[in-house]
T-cell receptor, first 115, second 116 residues
Framework: AQTVTQSQPEMSVQEAETVTLSCTYDTSESDYYLFWYKQPPSRQMILVIRQEAYKQQNATENRFSVNFQKAAKSFSLKISDSQLGDAAMYFCAYRREGGAQKLVFGQGTRLTINP | DARVTQTPRDKVTEMGQEVTMRCQPILGHNTVFWYRQTMMQGLELLAYFRNRAPLDDSGMPKDRFSAEMPDATLATLKIQPSEPRDSAVYFC??????????????FGQGTRLTVV
């Protein structure tokens, strides 16, 4: 079974600084997708960024970028120029290619932005 | 603006009562998921449907939980009887699976259930 591990229950960063959230996963599959979801206090699960395992190039979305290390099964999220609105729970998630499109989530990292 | 709609947003009920949570998937989506979020277990899949047929409900306690899709615009999750350990946030998500691929799942805002 696939597992996703986020080893940082909480992180904090000064506004405008850069922060990196860590995620590792375990799978025997070769084709899969990795995600970072943001959950603000409103509870809405918001997709931040997606990475296809077959792509070597790291995904970026504006201030959000990932460092995908397939051999190490590592998938970290970097948030640049942190803003107060970035404060939320962040979940790393895995989905295998084909079959069920279900997501396997990590335990989450609570990110605090200090003004 | 297409979205997944869940009702109620919050529900407080007494132990032993029946609870029904509803989800309206995005129009045209053919796949619906139910996830449960707790502090201890995190986010876990309870069940999912494709074209209204249940494909996997292995994550769901069978004795008290049931999930159905009466039609393509409505998914329900029922708990009967409810217990305090069922207190959690229940998320519905929907997506579209075609022969060409898959849209990533869109989540509703969840139903926060408190069983006292």
């Amino acid at each position: 079974a696939q597992t996703v591990t986020q080893s940082q229950p909480e992180m904090s960063v000064q506004e405008a600084e850069t922060v990196t959230l860590s995620c590792t996963y375990d799978t025997s599959e070769s084709d899969y997708y990795l995600f970072w979801y943001k959950q603000p206090p409103s509870r809405q699960m918001i997709l931040v960024i997606r990475q296809e395992a077959y792509k070597q190039q790291n995904a970026t979305e504006n201030r959000f970028s990932v460092n995908f290390q397939k051999a190490a099964k590592s998938f970290s999220l970097k948030i640049s120029d942190s803003q107060l609105g970035d404060a939320a729970m962040y979940f790393c998630a895995y989905r295998r290619e084909g079959g069920a499109q279900k997501l396997v989530f990590g335990q989450g990292t609570r990110l605090t932005i200090n003004p | 603006d297409a979205r997944v709609t869940q009702t109620p947003r919050d529900k407080v009920t007494e132990m032993g009562q029946e609870v029904t949570m509803r989800c309206q998937p995005i129009l045209g989506h053919n796949t619906v998921f139910w996830y449960r979020q707790t502090m201890m277990q995190g986010l876990e899949l309870l069940a999912y449907f494709r074209n209204r047929a249940p494909l996997d409900d292995s994550g769901m306690p069978k004795d008290r939980f049931s999930a159905e899709m009466p039609d393509a615009t409505l998914a329900t999750l029922k708990i009967q009887p409810s217990e305090p350990r069922d207190s959690a946030v229940y998320f519905c998500a929907s997506g579209l699976k075609t022969t060409g691929g898959w849209t990533e799942a869109f989540f509703g805002q969840g139903t926060r259930l408190t069983v006292v």
